[in-house]
């Protein structure tokens, strides 16, 4: 497994291009993650459902390419709502808010989003960030 001296920064290449065909085509992929304060470097694996726990919800994301995804949300109740559909690529915390980003990269196709979740105890919305 690589180390994080081992990997350098790089200019991103033309979409379509050949060098940007190489790069996608790279079998070679890895992921960063933090770990109990530690950074962690491990191979990639593609995963289609992720769970956040948060307060008394329980926020599953869900991807599926081309083929859509959601985001829900299942109260202590067992009750369950759509929040939003779209293929979420993550739910994290960040100084005590709670954040999603959504994204499709599907052919030449390659855009994304970062949603705050807003969650006053009995309903949970959304709100567009970028």
């Known amino acids: 497994m690589p180390l ?20 996608i085509n790279n ?16 191979k990639y694996h593609e995963k289609h459902n992720i769970q956040y ?3 008394d919800l329980k926020i599953i994301g869900t991807d ?3 083929w859509g995804g959601e985001l829900k949300v299942i109260y202590a109740d067992s009750t ?15 100084k005590g ?3 999603f980003l959504e994204g499709l990269e599907h052919m030449y196709l390659n855009e994304g989003s970062l949603y705050k979740l807003v969650y006053d105890g009995t ?3 959304f709100r567009k960030l970028s």
């Open 123 to 125: 309903s949970i919305s």
């Open 53 to 55: 726990e948060y307060l």
């Open 64 to 66: 599926y390419g081309e």
């Open 27 to 42: 079998s070679k992929q890895y992921c960063v993650g933090i770990k109990k304060e530690e950074l962690v470097i491990s």
């Open 97 to 99: 808010d709670l954040y």
């Open 4 to 23: 994080w001296n081992d990997f350098i920064a790089a200019e991103i290449p033309n979409a379509g291009s050949g060098k940007w065909f190489q790069i």
């Open 80 to 94: 369950e709502i759509l929040v939003k559909k779209c293929n979420v690529k993550s739910i994290f915390e960040y």
